[in-house]
């Protein structure tokens, strides 16, 4: 059953050789394999120098597995690799070969991260947009990001997602925030889902009626100058005629422009 495994395991790289263009992909299908056949650390700690003869047996054990350890890695290694590359690489440790293909190719894993994170930091969803297309296309730059070896961390993922929303979901992002809410990113996709739909549901014509009636019956201007205080009413434009008659008195000689503003000698 062991044995079955490995083999399963692989052909994953033989189904994608290293050609130098997928370098990120190829290392990282080489680092489950070794991790399933617990034999990972042969990439991450070279084989130290030979123990003494006279030296425990286990120590001595433990340098001989290394070796055959590394010589396995280093043939799966070579295996899974174009022809130009085994040639490049043909006279290397498994440890060593990793290294030096980590310095020909850690350009192309920068560039990748740049690209990412550009993406991943310009995301703004517009109103109106379908919030569960738009929230697994953060979340593969997200996981994109922790595969180059740049986790953010789920707080930080989640403040970035609530921070792209439209204005329309404010209220949900201000409950999120005040409760306290931890959820892992598939769980917040679901939630934020369900508060699509609550928003879908929402009449805009009542909340436009209850903001068309709000003050309604107070006539324009009423108050303005009661609010100004005294000697502050509006005089007409080229001054008060001689003939003119108060609305409120009457009289002639001052003006009351409307029914709504006092004329200037009742001002006093």
Same mark, same amino acid.
């Given at each position: 059953?062991?044995?079955?495994?490995?083999?399963?395991?692989?052909?994953?790289?033989?189904?994608? #050789? +290293?050609?130098?263009?997928?370098? +990120?992909?190829?290392?990282?299908?080489?680092?489950? *394999?070794?991790?399933? $056949?617990?034999?990972?650390?042969?990439?991450?700690?070279?084989?130290?120098?030979?123990?003494?003869?006279?030296?425990?047996?286990?120590?001595?054990?433990?340098?001989?597995?290394?070796?055959?350890?590394?010589?396995? *890695?280093?043939?799966?290694?070579?295996? %899974?690799?174009?022809?130009?590359?085994?040639?490049?690489?043909? +006279?290397? /440790?498994?440890?060593?070969?990793?290294?030096?293909?980590?310095?020909?190719?850690?350009?192309?894993? =920068?560039?990748?991260?740049?690209?990412?994170? #550009?993406?991943?930091?310009?995301?703004?969803?517009?109103?109106?947009?379908?919030?569960?297309?738009?929230?697994?296309?953060?979340?593969?730059?997200? $996981?994109? +990001?922790?595969?180059?070896?740049?986790?953010?961390?789920?707080?930080?993922?989640?403040?970035?997602?609530?921070?792209?929303?439209?204005?329309?979901?404010?209220?949900?992002?201000?409950?999120?925030?005040?409760?306290?809410?931890?959820?892992?990113?598939? $769980?917040?996709?679901?939630?934020?889902?369900?508060?699509?739909?609550?928003?879908?549901? *929402?009449?805009?014509?009542?909340?436009?009626? *209850?903001?068309?009636?709000?003050?309604?019956?107070?006539?324009?201007?009423?108050?303005?100058?009661?609010?100004? /205080?005294?000697?502050?009413?509006?005089?007409?434009?080229?001054?008060?005629?001689?003939?003119?008659?108060?609305?409120?008195?009457?009289? %002639?000689?001052?003006?009351?422009?409307? =029914?709504?503003?006092?004329?200037?000698?009742?001002?006093?």
């Amino acid at each position: 059953m062991s044995n079955t495994n490995n083999f399963s395991l692989r052909s994953v790289l033989d189904k994608d #050789k +290293l050609n130098g263009a997928n370098f +990120l992909d190829w290392y990282r299908n080489l680092r489950i *394999v070794l991790t399933q $056949e617990r034999k990972l650390y042969v990439l991450e700690q070279p084989i130290p120098e030979a123990p003494p003869a006279n030296a425990p047996r286990a120590e001595r054990d433990a340098h001989k597995k290394h070796q055959d350890d590394a010589l396995d *890695v280093s043939c799966l290694m070579l295996a %899974t690799m174009n022809s130009e590359l085994q040639k490049q690489h043909e +006279l290397m /440790g498994a440890y060593d070969m990793v290294e030096h293909l980590r310095q020909l190719y850690q350009g192309q894993a =920068r560039h990748e991260r740049f690209e990412i994170s #550009k993406a991943l930091f310009q995301c703004k969803m517009q109103d109106g947009t379908p919030v569960g297309p738009y929230v697994l296309k953060m979340i593969g730059y997200i $996981e994109n +990001l922790q595969r180059l070896g740049f986790p953010l961390g789920q707080e930080l993922a989640t403040d970035m997602i609530l921070q792209s929303l439209p204005e329309s979901y404010s209220q949900f992002v201000m409950n999120y925030n005040m409760n306290e809410i931890d959820k892992p990113l598939p $769980e917040l996709l679901s939630m934020l889902r369900t508060a699509e739909l609550n928003l879908k549901k *929402v009449k805009p014509n009542s909340i436009l009626m *209850v903001h068309k009636g709000k003050g309604k019956g107070k006539p324009k201007g009423k108050g303005k100058s009661q609010a100004k /205080g005294k000697g502050k009413a509006l005089k007409p434009k080229g001054g008060v005629a001689k003939d003119a008659t108060c609305f409120h008195c009457g009289q %002639t000689g001052h003006w009351k422009r409307n =029914r709504y503003r006092m004329c200037f000698s009742h001002l006093y």
